[in-house]
């Protein structure tokens, strides 16, 4: 099991540190100190840097909250069988991985497979042109959704999928150059043969921390961010998605996945625990495999609705990182840069939560440095396959918050939807779209300020 840490005193020991920094260094005249900058997460923030940084509960958890985190905790790290067993049965018949736990190790970010690794972090939607009756994607016959490249025994995978790389070799305004790397995607022994027109998307699993922060942010803040038809004139528009949901029998906005297609955190679990694992539930009482030549008789849920809570709960109290180097002159330069270079105008800095079922996540000032809109990225980034009102080139705009402290959680930096981003600068290189701009405007920058830039998406 985790320990678990709580400081106290946290906030008063960093505002004191905040107002002796301010004191003994004078910031940048373009950029300005927020006291309050450090609490990603308002007084839920955890002010742990380590290793274990997305681990922690929320820091202002109540005791209840804390025993049923601790309850979630245990579901979400439980690892799923082949059936019949007391415990944790019903894995399969096809799936992608075994646990909750094992897509995301400590709670954040996976990368791509190495080229002697198997599919661990990552794996592929797949559809079928046009819509559902909920305007959702239509499954592609005999594959459902999502590619499932594992099954156990006496059932076949659905197929395996092997990775390769092109550079694509540019500069920056001052010469410096630099390479991104593009990937390409062979579907490799198929039990049957793909359907023509097949629409996949590689989707890698991103971290768990701050998912009940940003499922209590109002609609109507989401929505007031959003310019669909770009009315401003200042070439970013932003939609939001809207999903439906399992429970109430309609569409509802999105908020969470790559393409904001779950509207919800119990729904978002349920349907990856059906998807990544074959796992049933109240949510999704069909296998997987239902309709991929695989005949499954019908059984009760793999996963019951208490355990779906538990896990709920858990993904809602993981607490966000605190920033760190927050009055540093070189991160506050990149903080002025980011802003000027129009970052901001989708990666929102700071709003607030509204009231929610949970205390502790209610009105609470927040910086997560997202939208939750749906935002064109350009051809470089489109996968060419629509998720409910997303289109092929569209994706929520990612959470910033944690970005930094990815190396020290998950060993590596890669980052965007397929981990293709080898670094934050490649990340934001990969930018186009309503972003074409913004990515203009830091490839126009010097290497200082391009390290500045850096420096303060590192301190997130």
């Not at 799936?95 to 970010?109: F, I, L, P, Q, V």
């Amino acid at each position: 099991m985790k320990t678990y840490v709580k400081c106290w005193d946290c906030k008063l020991l960093v505002v004191a540190f905040l107002l002796l920094a301010c004191k003994e260094s004078s910031p940048p005249t373009n950029a300005s100190i927020d006291p309050d900058e450090a609490y990603s997460g308002g007084s839920t923030t955890s002010f742990d840097a380590t290793s274990r940084a997305f681990t922690f509960p929320l820091a202002n958890i109540t005791a209840t909250s804390l025993a049923a985190h601790r309850a979630g905790d245990a579901v979400f790290e439980g690892t799923f069988v082949t059936p019949p067993a007391l415990v944790n049965g019903g894995l399969g018949p096809i799936y992608n991985n075994t646990s909750c736990k094992s897509w995301h190790n400590n709670d954040g970010r996976a990368r791509p497979p190495l080229a002697t690794e198997q599919f661990g972090g990552l794996l592929f939607r797949v559809s079928a042109s046009g819509s559902d009756v909920n305007g959702g994607p239509i499954p592609l016959t005999g594959f459902g959704l999502q590619i499932q490249t594992h099954a156990v025994v006496s059932t076949v995978p659905e197929m395996s999928i092997s990775i390769s790389y092109v550079e694509i070799p540019d500069a920056f305004a001052d010469g410096q150059v630099y390479s991104l790397q593009k990937p390409t995607y062979t579907m490799v022994n198929p039990y049957i043969p793909v359907p023509a027109g097949a629409m996949i998307s590689p989707r890698i699993a991103n971290a768990n921390f701050g998912l009940g922060l940003l499922e209590a942010v109002p609609e109507q803040t989401i929505l007031g961010y959003a310019d669909e038809n770009d009315v401003n004139g200042d070439g970013i528009s932003g939609k939001a998605n809207y999903v439906y949901d399992q429970s109430q029998d309609k569409v509802v906005l999105g908020r969470f996945g790559w393409k904001a297609s779950q509207p919800t955190l119990i729904q978002q679990a349920a349907a990856a625990a059906n998807g990544d694992m074959g796992i049933t539930s109240p949510y999704f009482p069909d296998e997987s495999s239902k309709g991929q030549l695989q005949d499954v008789p019908a059984h009760d849920p793999e996963i019951s609705s208490d355990q779906l809570d538990a896990i709920k709960v858990y993904l809602q109290t993981l607490a966000p990182p605190a920033r760190r180097n927050v009055t540093d002159e070189t991160v506050l330069r990149g903080k002025a840069l980011f802003i000027q270079a129009q970052c901001s105008a989708c990666h929102i800095p700071k709003m607030q939560t509204g009231s929610d079922e949970l205390s502790e996540l209610s009105n609470q000032t927040i910086r997560p440095y997202t939208d939750l809109l749906l935002h064109d990225m350009g051809d470089g980034l489109a996968d060419g396959r629509p998720d409910f009102k997303a289109s092929g080139s569209e994706w929520r705009t990612a959470p910033l918050w944690g970005i930094g402290l990815v190396q020290i959680v998950n060993g590596h930096t890669n980052f965007l939807h397929d981990g293709r981003a080898r670094s934050l600068m490649e990340a934001v290189l990969w930018h186009s779209g309503e972003a074409e701009q913004a990515k203009q405007n830091v490839k126009k920058m010097n290497s200082d300020d391009r390290n500045a830039l850096i420096k303060f998406l590192e301190s997130l």
